[in-house]
C-alpha cells in the first residue's frame, strides 16, 4: 500500500488501513486529501484501475484513470463530502474497470476531520457484491424472489409481493436479502433493473424509451437519473462507452 505519511499523520488512527485494507482483494480503498488527489490506496484499488504500482496513484485524480463521465461523478461525489461533509454510505454502484469489465460494488465515502474538526480529506471503501456461491442455504429460501424479480422487471416489485413469494415477512426478507446479497430488497431490485439495462443498452439498438419501459422505469426521464447514478454516466453515454469498448 502506498501512503503519503504528510498526510495520514493528520488522521486519528494513521495505521488503519495499513493493517485491514492491504489484506482485503474485494475491498477497494483510498484516502483523498481536499484536492481529491489520492494520497492512500490499497491493491485492490490500483488492481481496479489497471495499475499495479500504487505509488503511481498518489498524488493524481481519478480522471488521470477512469472514463471521463464516470470521473465526473466521483467529482460530484467528493465534494458532497469534501465540502458539504456529507457521508455517502452504501450506494450501490456498477463500476466499469480499466478493461472494460463490469462490477457491482457497495461504496462509502466519509470525512475526514483533524484536531479542530475542519475536513481535510475523505475515506472511501467500495466492496466487491460477488454472486453468492451456487449451494449458499440461505439462496435457496429466496430463489423463488430472485427469479420472480428477474421475470417481471417492468412489474412494480414491491417489498410485500416479494416476501410472500418467498413466504416471508417483509422483515424476514430484508434480513435473508441482505446476508446473501449483502443488498436490501430494493436495492436488489435497483441492481436488476439497472443491470439488465446496461445489457440491453450495451448488446441491443433498442431505443432508450423502450429500454426504460422494459427494465420497469415509467420513462427515460427516471431510468437517466437512477442510470447516472448508479453506473456514473447517462445511458446514452455508457452505450458510446461500450461501443468504443468494442462490445456488440
Known amino acids: 500500500m502506498a501512503i503519503d505519511t504528510g498526510f495520514i499523520g493528520k488522521v486519528d488512527s494513521p495505521r488503519f488501513c495499513e493493517r485491514l485494507f492491504a489484506v482485503l482483494p474485494d475491498v477497494m480503498f483510498c484516502l483523498k486529501d481536499t484536492d481529491r488527489c489520492y494520497r492512500a490506496v490499497n491493491q485492490g484499488f490500483a488492481d481496479r484501475t489497471g495499475i499495479k504500482d500504487t505509488r503511481r496513484l498518489i498524488g493524481r485524480r481519478a480522471e488521470d484513470f477512469f472514463p471521463r463521465a464516470l470521473a465526473e461523478v466521483y467529482r460530484e461525489q467528493d465534494e458532497e463530502v469534501l465540502v458539504g461533509g456529507r457521508e455517502i454510505v452504501d450506494q450501490l454502484e456498477l463500476s466499469l474497470n480499466r478493461d472494460g469489465s463490469q462490477g457491482w460494488y457497495l461504496a462509502t465515502k466519509v470525512p475526514l476531520h483533524d484536531s479542530d474538526g475542519k475536513i481535510i480529506g475523505l475515506a472511501s471503501v467500495s466492496r466487491d ?85 422494459e427494465c420497469g422505469y415509467g420513462d427515460q426521464t427516471a431510468l437517466t437519473r437512477q442510470f447516472r447514478s448508479m453506473v456514473g454516466m447517462p445511458p446514452a453515454a455508457y452505450r458510446d462507452h461500450m461501443k468504443k469498448r468494442g462490445n456488440p
Not at 417481471?152 to 424476514?172: C, F, N, V
Not at 435473508?176 to 430488497?185: A, C, G, H
Open 129 to 213: 457484491l460477488r454472486a453468492p456461491r451456487e449451494g449458499d442455504a440461505e439462496l435457496a429460501g429466496i430463489a423463488k424472489v430472485v427469479e420472480h424479480v428477474r421475470d417481471h422487471l417492468d412489474d412494480p416489485l414491491r417489498a410485500a409481493e416479494l416476501a410472500a413469494i418467498a413466504k416471508l415477512t417483509p422483515t424476514q426478507l430484508e434480513r435473508r436479502m441482505r446476508r446473501v446479497f449483502q443488498l436490501s430488497t430494493t436495492q436488489f431490485v435497483r441492481k436488476a433493473r439497472i443491470g439488465h439495462a446496461a445489457k440491453l443498452l450495451a448488446e441491443t439498438p433498442m431505443a432508450i424509451a423502450d429500454v426504460a419501459l
